[in-house]
C-alpha cells in the first residue's frame, strides 16, 4: 500500500490513524457482530457513537450549554437555504459579506427569501476582504452572514465581524477544527462535513438555542432547526457512517492536543509554505497577507504553460489534486488537518527542485 501526500479542497484527506482504526472496526464494531453501516440508528450501539461524537465536538470547540449541535445531510450548501428559513424570524432583510465564490452562492440562495445587503465585497479580481470598519451593517438585519474561509480565493477573515445584536453566521466549511473558535460570538456556525471534519454526506450545525422555533411559511420539516433539534437530528435516518467518521476524527482531535495544538501546526505549515512561495522569483500567492488562508494556498507558477508539466511531476512525487480551481487557475494546496507537516514540507521540497529545473 502507498499512500500519496492529497492537497484536496474537498472531500479532502482524512488523518491515516482515523481509517485505519474504521478498517479494524469495519466488520464488528467494538463486538456488536456489525459494521456501524449496518445499524439501526436508534440502537444503543450507535446512539453511544452520535452522543460522544456530540460530546466530543462540544469539548473540542469548548459549545456553551445554549447552542444545539445538529449532525444533518445536505451539504454547507443547504444550509444557505435553511439559514435564512430559519433566522429571518419575521424580518425582511439580512446583512452578507461577499468575500468570494461561496459568500456568493449564499447570497444567492438569501435572495430567494428575503432582501440581501451585502455590507462589505471583495471586489473582482482582488484577494483580500474588506475592513472590519468599513462594513457597512444594518441594525435591523435578522443576521449579518461571513465565510471566514473562501476555499477557493485562499483568503480569510482575520477578525471576527462585530455584528453587535444582529446574530453572526459563519460558513467555517473550511476552517473549522482548524483552530480554537469563540462559539459564543455566533447564531450559527456551519460546515459541510468533508474538509476538516470527515467524509462528505455530513453538516455540522451549530446553533444558538433563542434562534431556533420559527421558520419562514412552507419551510420542509427536514429544514427547520427545531425539528432536527428535537429529534436529535434523527428525525429521518441521519448519515450514521460520516456521523461516526466525525467522532474517530474528534477523538484524534483530542489525542493530539485539541484545537490549540491544531492552530500551532496549521499555522507552521501555511507559514513554510507562503514562505517558500514569497522566497522563490517562480511562485505567487496572490492573498494580501493579512487575509492569507492556513487551508487553502492557491499559487501560480511564472509560466502557466508549465501547469501541466508542474501537476504530473508532482503526481509521480506522490503529491496529488493540487490544481486549481478553475475560476482561479494555477494550484491550490489545501492543507487541512490531517495534512502533516511532512506533506508540507515534501511539496516545498518539490516545488523548489521544479523551480530549479524549470525556473
Ligand atoms: C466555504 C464553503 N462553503 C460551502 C461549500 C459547499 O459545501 P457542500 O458541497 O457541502 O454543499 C464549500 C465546499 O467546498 C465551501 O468550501
Known amino acids: 500500500m502507498s499512500r500519496v501526500y492529497n492537497f484536496s479542497a474537498g472531500p479532502a484527506a482524512l488523518p491515516e490513524e482515523v481509517l485505519k482504526q474504521a478498517q479494524e472496526e469495519m466488520l464488528d464494531w467494538q463486538g456488536s457482530g456489525m459494521s456501524v453501516m449496518e445499524m439501526s440508528h436508534r440502537g444503543k450501539e450507535f446512539m453511544s457513537i452520535a452522543a460522544q461524537a456530540e460530546a466530543d465536538l462540544r469539548e473540542l470547540m469548548a459549545i456553551p450549554d445554549n447552542y444545539k449541535v445538529l449532525f444533518l445531510q445536505g451539504g454547507a450548501s443547504s444550509q444557505f437555504s435553511m439559514v435564512p428559513m430559519n433566522l429571518l424570524r419575521g424580518k425582511a432583510s439580512a446583512d452578507y459579506i461577499n468575500t468570494g465564490s461561496w459568500s456568493k452562492k449564499a447570497i444567492a440562495e438569501a435572495k430567494k427569501y428575503c432582501q440581501v445587503s451585502v455590507v462589505g465585497e471583495t471586489p473582482a479580481g482582488e484577494f483580500t476582504v474588506p475592513s472590519a470598519e468599513s462594513l457597512k451593517l444594518n441594525a435591523d438585519a ?19 465581524p462585530a455584528s453587535g445584536d444582529v446574530p453572526l453566521v459563519g460558513d467555517f466549511s473550511s ?6 473558535v469563540d462559539v459564543s460570538k455566533y447564531g450559527v456556525i456551519y460546515a459541510g462535513a468533508q474538509k476538516n471534519i470527515g467524509p462528505a454526506g455530513l453538516t455540522v450545525v451549530i446553533v444558538r438555542d433563542d434562534l431556533v422555533g420559527e421558520t419562514v411559511a412552507g419551510t420542509p420539516a427536514m429544514f427547520d432547526y427545531q425539528i432536527q433539534a428535537d429529534g436529535e ?22 489525542r493530539n492536543g485539541g484545537l490549540t495544538a491544531m492552530a500551532e501546526t496549521n499555522q507552521r505549515k501555511a507559514a513554510a509554505l507562503y514562505a517558500a512561495i514569497d522566497g522563490s522569483g ?12 492556513w487551508m487553502n494556498v492557491p499559487f501560480t507558477l511564472a509560466d502557466a504553460g508549465l501547469d501541466a508539466k508542474f501537476l504530473t511531476e508532482a503526481k509521480e512525487a506522490g503529491l496529488v489534486t493540487l490544481k486549481g480551481h478553475r475560476s482561479v487557475g494555477g494550484m491550490r494546496a489545501s492543507i487541512y488537518n490531517a495534512m502533516p507537516e511532512a506533506g508540507v514540507q515534501a511539496l516545498i521540497d518539490f516545488m523548489a527542485d521544479f523551480e530549479k529545473r524549470n525556473g
Do not use: D
Request: with cysteine.
Open 282 to 293: 517562480f511562485y505567487n500567492n496572490p492573498v494580501e497577507l493579512s487575509c492569507r488562508s
Open 233 to 254: 437530528s434523527m428525525y429521518n435516518t441521519p448519515p450514521t457512517y460520516g456521523w461516526y467518521l466525525a467522532g474517530l476524527v474528534f477523538q484524534w482531535l483530542k
Open 142 to 160: 435578522a443576521y449579518l452572514h461571513y465565510t471566514p474561509n473562501e476555499t477557493i480565493q485562499g483568503i480569510e477573515f482575520p477578525y471576527v
Open 175 to 180: 476552517t473549522i477544527l482548524s483552530r480554537p
